[in-house]
């Protein structure tokens, strides 16, 4: 696992694409390095695919350090995918991980027994990562989902022994239940039991809001990296202010309520153009796919903003690129102010 930085994206059904990881990235100083998951892509349906040509698989200039996220319980589609997408992407730089998805709470994936509904089979579950490691070289890591209390700790650390005995070389836990999904408060003690309980890496990952919680989480846990997903989404310049509180750069980002409803602002202003560049100039997709790429990040980061809401229906009511790029820089010509915390993660 190549990092520096103490901190990543986590892959998120139709957020963590090609323009998430871009943004994100761009806040990132350029001598720091941290990993960079893929949205969850479907073992039964990469085989078919040509790399590239999808918004789950398009990838931006120079991308390093990608950690595709695997789908799946069947070797042969779980081999296929991981050869394909090292074959294919080639440079021995762009993927430096695979992960398997232990953790996806929907239905389709309970129905197929991926996902979450593997913790429920341990024997299973090893085999998967068996699965994977054994189709490269490169380090296999798991992202899984907690255990129901403190009870069941011992349990969530023989899982992970059996894992990590299996191939897994590294762990990211997410410490609230399948039912829980993205409510309640995540059990970080978790965590903290996996930590000093085992011998590989562990990745924490759960109410990550701001850069205060990355350090906190850090320090709590001793986890060796924080993963965020709504909360970095919403708040991408938060590799920057962890980058300035380190002493990584000098440059200072923005820090009070009203300077993060700006950046706010000009970070989606790129998020259309990346948009437009990505999957319509690349991609070749027509104007309403992007647009529903942009109202989904909207609709679900939206709810860090005080008065966020009526920027969804601005966005939403917008018929072309150029109507939401004036609607976009007439809401933010008054100053919004970005809440640090909220309940309504979507």
């Not at 993927?95 to 509904?117: E, F, T």
């Not at 890496?201 to 997903?229: H, K, R, W």
Request: aromatic fraction near 10%; charge should be neutral.
């Amino acid at each position: 696992m190549q990092f520096s930085f103490p901190l990543c994206l986590a892959p998120m059904v139709g957020l963590s694409h090609v323009v998430l990881r871009k943004i994100v990235y761009d806040y990132l100083p350029q001598d720091q390095q941290t990993i960079w998951p893929t949205e969850m892509l479907n073992s039964r349906r990469v085989p078919q695919e040509k790399l590239g040509f999808t918004a789950e698989t398009l990838l931006h200039e120079g991308e390093r350090n990608l950690v595709p996220q695997i789908l799946g319980n069947d070797k042969e589609m779980i081999q296929l995918t991981i050869r394909k997408m090292i074959n294919e992407w080639g440079d021995i730089n762009t993927v430096s991980g695979i992960d398997i998805n232990m953790g996806c709470p929907v239905q389709k994936a309970l129905r197929h027994n991926y996902g979450v509904a593997l913790m429920g089979d341990l024997n299973y579950a090893a085999q998967v990562v068996e699965f994977a490691a054994t189709a490269s070289n490169k380090p296999v890591s798991v992202k899984l989902r907690a255990v129901g209390s403190d009870k069941s700790v011992p349990e969530l650390i023989h899982f992970v022994k059996t894992l990590r005995d299996a191939g897994a070389q590294w762990i990211t836990l997410h410490p609230r239940t399948a039912e829980q999904k993205r409510r309640g408060q995540a059990d970080w003690n978790q965590i903290t039991e996996l930590k000093k309980a085992l011998d590989i890496p562990i990745i924490g990952n759960g109410d990550i809001q701001t850069a205060d919680d990355v350090f906190s989480m850090l320090e709590q846990t001793g986890c060796d990296l924080v993963m965020s997903g709504r909360g970095l989404a919403a708040r991408p310049w938060m590799m920057w202010q962890v980058a300035y509180r380190k002493g990584l750069t000098t440059d200072v980002p923005p820090m009070t309520e009203y300077e993060e409803g700006a950046e706010y602002g000009k970070m989606l202003l790129k998020f259309i153009h990346l948009s437009r560049h990505y999957f319509c100039e690349k991609l070749g997709h027509k104007p309403d796919y992007a647009f529903r790429k942009i109202q989904f990040f909207v609709r679900t980061t939206h709810v860090w903003l005080e008065w966020g809401h009526p920027l969804t229906s601005e966005v939403n009511r917008s018929q072309t690129f150029e109507e939401m790029i004036e609607r976009v820089e007439k809401f933010f010509s008054q100053p919004h102010r970005m809440v640090p915390y909220t309940e309504l993660r979507q």
